[in-house]
């Protein structure tokens, strides 16, 4: 199977601090994949490579068949247009109605008239339950129906690939659990591949099809959630049963590294 994703020995830096180390992934179409990782491991910087939001330092990202490294800024905006992007808050301007929201992208990239618009607006808001809030103002919904919101013009335009950024955050527990059945429905009723960045265990394990683990920008990991339980790395399994990653310290090396810096 030819992947829709394709990660080839990506490096990263923010100025002169790596925090990507030669990640390799490959993301097959339909799949869900998740990455993981503790605060500070590259889950969102690596997003942003996807994204094309960042260059790569070193390394290839291919996208659908495109170099996004290399493809001109013409053939970026229409590979975009084939990729949804669901923010951890909703992301939507509160200065409008919610149908609105959902129509902007169909609005700035397509030539559709005003009804087939409409249309498809209430057929994407029906398909996140939120059928008859089109006319509600951002302000005017709880947190679980403002990502629904969200993810429903992420999804306007049918794209081929979803990327989400922390989808359960800030979440209840019952919210999150029907966030995670809406994701499984969508990638059913449309066949999406999708890239999902989280630190909820229970919502990782339960959506993922393959699970990419980060430590420190390096890639420990990617398997199936049975084989991330299974691990024998004591870091991913620290992280899957919440235990704190500190480890001993010797006295003597500890102060020797407070007082020269080494």
Do not use: W
């Not at 889950?43 to 493809?71: C, E, F, N, V, Y």
């Not at 683990?213 to 991913?236: Q, Y």
Request: with cysteine; proline share 3%.
């Amino acid at each position: 199977m030819t992947s829709i994703i394709s990660i080839d020995n990506l490096d990263a830096h923010y100025d002169d601090r790596q925090v990507l180390f030669d990640v390799n992934l490959q993301v097959n179409p339909g799949e869900i994949m998740v990455i993981m990782g503790g605060s500070g491991s590259g889950k969102s910087t690596l997003l942003k490579h996807l994204l094309a939001l960042k260059k790569p330092t070193q390394g290839k990202i291919q996208i659908d068949g495109h170099d996004i490294g290399s493809i001109s800024s013409k053939e970026l905006k229409e590979l975009r247009k084939k990729m949804g992007v669901a923010f951890q808050g909703g992301a939507l301007l509160s200065s409008l109605t919610v149908g609105d929201n959902v129509r902007l992208p169909l609005e700035h990239n397509t030539n559709l008239d005003t009804q087939t618009i409409d249309i498809m607006v209430r057929l994407k808001l029906e398909l996140m339950n939120l059928a008859g809030f089109e006319n509600l103002m951002p302000a005017e919904l709880s947190g679980g129906m403002l990502k629904r919101a969200g993810l429903a013009r992420a999804v306007i335009m049918d794209p081929r690939i979803l990327c989400f950024d922390e989808p359960s955050a800030g979440l209840d527990p019952v919210t999150s659990v029907e966030l995670d059945e809406l994701i499984l429905k969508l990638r059913e009723a449309m066949n999406m591949t999708m890239i999902i960045v989280t630190h909820e265990l229970e919502s990782a394990f339960k959506i993922a099809d393959r699970i990419m683990v980060l430590f420190d920008g390096k890639v420990a990991m990617v398997g199936t959630p049975d084989e991330i339980r299974n691990s024998d790395d004591k870091r991913i399994q620290n992280l899957i049963n919440r235990k704190s990653r500190d480890e001993e310290v010797d006295g003597d090396a500890y102060l020797k590294r407070l007082v020269t810096g080494d």
